[in-house]
């Protein structure tokens, strides 16, 4: 008999981050990261053979450790891979509107390449340098509530 591979949920992307990260602490020393990555990629036309660029916009989120990284070392611009799972949601809007969503949870991320200008970069740092983290550092300011 022989055994069929296993199914299972991974994704990795690299692309250009397209927004700020924005930060929300879900308890004290654990941030959720949430960023926009813009994704290209060539195609070529089946009717012709001719070449054009696709680009895509994926919604992700970081949580713990990954997170952490990103709020210290990356910003709107970077060049960054992440490794992560497929998640499917909804969303509803304030005029109670409910609509599908898909995210990409992440569990790592690298810093691939710096934006060319950056006015509010974080300290430079090598992308293969080994980061402590301090989680003590990491607490809600005093009008976020952690459990939110």
């Not at 991974?10 to 004290?28: E, F, K, M, W």
């Not at 090598?126 to 550092?137: C, Q, Y």
């Not at 009008?143 to 939110?148: G, K, Y």
Request: proline letters at 9%; charged letters at 20%.
């Amino acid at each position: 008999m022989s055994s069929s591979p296993t199914p299972i949920n991974q994704v990795i992307l690299t692309g250009v981050v397209t927004d700020s990260p924005r930060v929300h602490y879900l308890a004290p020393g654990y941030p959720e990261v949430r960023l926009r990555l813009e994704t290209r990629e060539q195609i070529t036309q089946r009717e012709g053979g001719q070449l054009y660029e696709q680009c895509a916009w994926h919604r992700i989120v970081l949580r713990g450790a990954p997170g952490i990284y990103v709020e210290q070392h990356v910003a709107m611009g970077d060049t960054i891979a992440v490794a992560g799972r497929i998640e499917y949601g909804r969303e509803t809007d304030k005029a109670g509107f409910s609509q599908p969503t898909t995210e990409i949870v992440c569990q790592h991320v690298q810093l691939q390449q710096r934006a060319a200008v950056q006015p509010t970069a974080p300290a430079a740092t090598s992308p293969s340098e080994e980061v402590a983290l301090d989680l003590s550092a990491y607490s809600p300011s005093p009008d976020e509530d952690p459990l939110i």
